[in-house]
T-cell receptor
Framework: AQSVTQLDSQVPVFEEAPVELRCNYSSSVSVYLFWYVQYPNQGLQLLLK??????LVESINGFEAEFNKSQTSFHLRKPSVHISDTAEYFCAVSETGGFKTIFGAGTRLFVKA | EAGVAQSPRYKIIEKRQSVAFWCNPISGHATLYWYQQILGQGPKLLIQFQNNGVVDDSQLPKDRFSAERLKGVDSTLKIQPAKLEDSAVYLC???????????FGQGTRLTVV
């Protein structure tokens, strides 16, 4: 069965600084990987996904994540964060051909002015 | 395109009472999910439907929780009787293809007192 570990529960960072939110997964088969973002009192929204092809995927608001199969990681990065990026970020994994998507515990990104 | 609709947004009940949540997924989405999100944790899958059949309900506490999906469209999740530990946000999501991108509703915040 697959599992997801988000290594940091909280990440405080100053505005315009770079940030990396770490995600590691465990699975015996090939996987799909996702990052979702949750703003206060909202549901989750897909930020970006890896299904196949290029291991580097990007979102429309400047985030990117790289699938590293050898390290079983899918870390999320942004070179310069904004106050509006303050939210909770969830990494998720599902096994190709499987039925279940497993979510990590989340990382709270707090961007300070 | 309309998103996933959930109601109510908030509910406060006393322990041992019953409660029901409603979800209307995005039109044409065959897969529907109910997640429980306890404060500070990632979403935990309670039940997953493919059309009106149950694909996974391994983490649904069946002695008190029940769910149905009528005609493969709307779904209701019921808790009877509620316990204090059921206080959480209940998220409904749907997807066109199982285990790829899921679209989430805003959730129902349940407080059991």
């Amino acid at each position: 069965a697959q599992s997801v570990t988000q290594l940091d529960s909280q990440v405080p960072v100053f505005e315009e600084a770079p940030v990396e939110l770490r995600c590691n997964y465990s699975s015996s088969v090939s996987v799909y990987l996702f990052w979702y973002v949750q703003y206060p009192n909202q549901g989750l929204q897909l930020l970006l996904k890896y299904l196949s092809g290029s291991t580097l995927v990007e979102s429309i608001n400047g985030f990117e994540a790289e699938f590293n199969k050898s390290q079983t990681s899918f870390h999320l990065r942004k070179p310069s964060v904004h106050i509006s990026d303050t939210a909770e970020y969830f990494c998720a994994v599902s096994e190709t051909g499987g039925f279940k998507t497993i979510f990590g515990a989340g990382t709270r990104l707090f961007v300070k002015a | 395109e309309a998103g996933v609709a959930q109601s109510p947004r908030y509910k406060i009940i006393e322990k041992r009472q019953s409660v029901a949540f409603w979800c209307n997924p995005i039109s044409g989405h065959a897969t529907l999910y109910w997640y429980q999100q306890i404060l500070g944790q990632g979403p935990k899958l309670l039940i997953q439907f493919q059309n009106n059949g149950v694909v996974d309900d391994s983490q649904l506490p069946k002695d008190r929780f029940s769910a149905e999906r009528l005609k493969g469209v709307d779904s209701t999740l019921k808790i009877q009787p509620a316990k204090l530990e059921d206080s959480a946000v209940y998220l409904c999501a749907s997807s066109l293809v199982t285990n790829t991108e899921a679209f989430f509703g805003q959730g129902t915040r349940l407080t059991v007192v």
